[in-house]
């Protein structure tokens, strides 16, 4: 192996900086090239690759986002466009490709790895943590921050006026988000994609919290909830079903993908990026680096592509005793 490519790809979350900081540093480390390439599949497309040395990528350890850019790519789901790409790569003298993104980044670099016999090696970018095969997704750990600490400022003004908040998170059909930050959070109910007893559960919930003399309640919902109403929806059955409470919703949308990743975060992805080109340099292809139980591991990308339900139900026994 003489030089790597590395691309971020798919939805942004904070720590991919620092997972490109760690793959271009370990490949000066080891004395091969590295290649950065911008906008994710589509820039390798358009050819929009340029080298990185370890002075590259100085300060960016700290910032949100990529500074490689991301993009989501048509073109790469047609055989044209991996061929377009796979030339590109050819022509920079890239022997391997690092991706870092979600499953929808994994599936294409599978593709591609099959089609043109390159190696691919994945890295897990997501704050929907929603990737199997590995304990943690880099991004997860600072949206859940970012999360606990908007619901910790709704909830100053919720019990200033005695609300009902719906709060919003985002995670798709995962509620990894939602469940965790929600005890954080010390939300009364949380409603998950993972679970579809969602109405039922919020109002019986809501009854007794009315009961035990709780003045101010946050409910954490899940973009993904099952309960087949969109937030604004479930606040209006609430109140024609309930009655009485003055109910306000939050959706705290993009926040949740931006700001200073955490420092759980960048020494995941620092892990997983070192991880890669360790893998990458012993000849292992067609897989994706993770984390379980602190230890870096490697698994196939097929296996991170699953999207195998990571659910933990012992949480939700934690959450619905912690808020009585
Ligand atoms: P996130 O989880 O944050 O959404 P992701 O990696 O799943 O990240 P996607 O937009 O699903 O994000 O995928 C990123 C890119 O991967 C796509 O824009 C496309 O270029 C490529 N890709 C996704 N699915 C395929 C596929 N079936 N075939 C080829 N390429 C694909």
Redesign the pocket.
């Known amino acids: 192996i003489k030089k790597i490519g590395v691309l971020t790809?798919?939805?942004?979350?904070p720590g991919m900086n620092a997972a490109i900081r760690a793959v271009v540093r370990s490949c000066a480390y080891h004395g091969v090239g590295c290649a950065g390439i911008f906008r994710?599949?589509?820039g390798l497309i358009e050819n929009d690759i340029e080298d990185l040395d370890a002075r590259s990528v100085r300060n960016i350890i700290s910032r949100g986002g990529t500074f490689l850019k991301s993009?989501?790519?048509?073109?790469?789901?047609t055989p044209e466009g991996?061929k377009k790409a796979y030339d590109n790569l050819k022509a920079a003298g890239v022997d391997a490709l690092i991706v870092i993104?979600?499953?929808?980044?994994?599936?294409?670099g599978l593709?591609?790895e099959k089609e043109h016999d390159f190696p691919v090696v994945g890295i897990p970018?997501?704050?929907?943590n929603?990737i199997s095969g590995t304990d943690f997704t880099i991004g997860y750990d600072t949206a859940l921050n970012t999360v606990v600490e908007a619901i910790d400022k709704i909830r100053d003004t919720a019990s200033s006026h005695n609300r009902l908040f719906l709060v919003e998170v985002m995670g798709?059909d995962a509620g990894a988000i939602a469940l965790n930050s929600g005890i954080g959070a010390g939300a009364e109910e949380i409603l998950i994609p993972e679970e579809d007893e969602g109405i039922d559960r919020l109002i019986s919930s809501l009854k007794k919290s009315e009961k035990s003399g709780k003045t101010s309640s946050i409910i954490v919902v899940a973009e993904g909830d099952k309960s087949g109403k969109n937030i604004f929806e479930l606040a209006e059955f609430i109140d024609s079903t309930l009655g009485g409470y003055d109910i306000r919703v939050s959706v705290l949308g993009h926040i949740q993908r931006g700001g200073s990743p955490s420092c759980f975060d960048r020494v995941l992805a620092s892990k997983l990026g070192v991880g890669a080109v360790d893998a990458v340099l012993d000849g292992k292809r067609n897989i994706m680096i993770g984390i379980h139980h602190q230890k870096v591991i490697t698994v196939s990308l097929e296996t991170g592509i699953k999207g195998e339900d990571k659910f933990d139900r012992d949480l939700r026994r934690v959450a619905d005793i912690t808020s009585i």
């Open positions: 790809s798919g939805g942004d979350a994710g599949y589509q993009a989501r790519s048509n073109e790469f789901k991996r993104g979600g499953d929808g980044t994994f599936t294409g593709l591609f970018a997501t704050i929907d929603d798709r």
